[in-house]
């Protein structure tokens, strides 16, 4: 069974950055496709970011393109997403997510394993 463990939330100002940490246990790491999600209060879970089971490939929410980067390393079972130049917008609770065997997808429902979230909060 798939277990991910998300860190490096935490509370920064609008124009920083921070880097989260997903780590991956369970099964084979390689074998899946990772993605980022957040949730703002009162509103739905949405897409931020998806990396290949190979890392070569990735995408992105328009609303974090050219700010956020989606990272691998299939040595170590983690994904990060670094974050920078972070709006107030941002704050949300982000969620790694897993996808066995098959193409990145922006889709929530698509993704079958879960973490149980890490706060970020930016302050303007």
């Known amino acids: 069974q798939v277990q991910l463990v998300e860190s490096g939330g935490g509370l920064v100002q609008a124009g920083g950055s921070l880097r989260l940490s997903c780590a991956f246990s369970?099964?084979?790491?390689?074998?899946?496709?990772m993605g980022w999600f957040r949730q703002a209060p009162g509103k739905e879970r949405e897409f931020v970011a998806a990396?290949?089971?190979?890392?070569?490939?990735?995408l992105y929410a328009d609303s974090v393109k050219g700010r956020f980067t989606i990272s691998r390393d299939n040595a170590k079972n983690t994904v990060y997403l670094q974050m920078n130049s972070l709006k107030p917008e941002d704050t949300a609770v982000y969620y790694c997510?897993?996808?066995?065997?098959?193409?990145?997808?922006?889709?929530?429902?698509?993704?079958?394993?879960w973490g149980q979230g890490t706060q970020v909060t930016v302050s303007s």
């Open positions: 997510a897993a996808r066995p065997w098959a193409p990145m997808s922006r889709i929530t429902n698509e993704y079958r394993d």
């Open positions: 369970g099964r084979t790491f390689s074998s899946y496709v």
């Open positions: 990396i290949s089971r190979s890392g070569s490939s990735a």
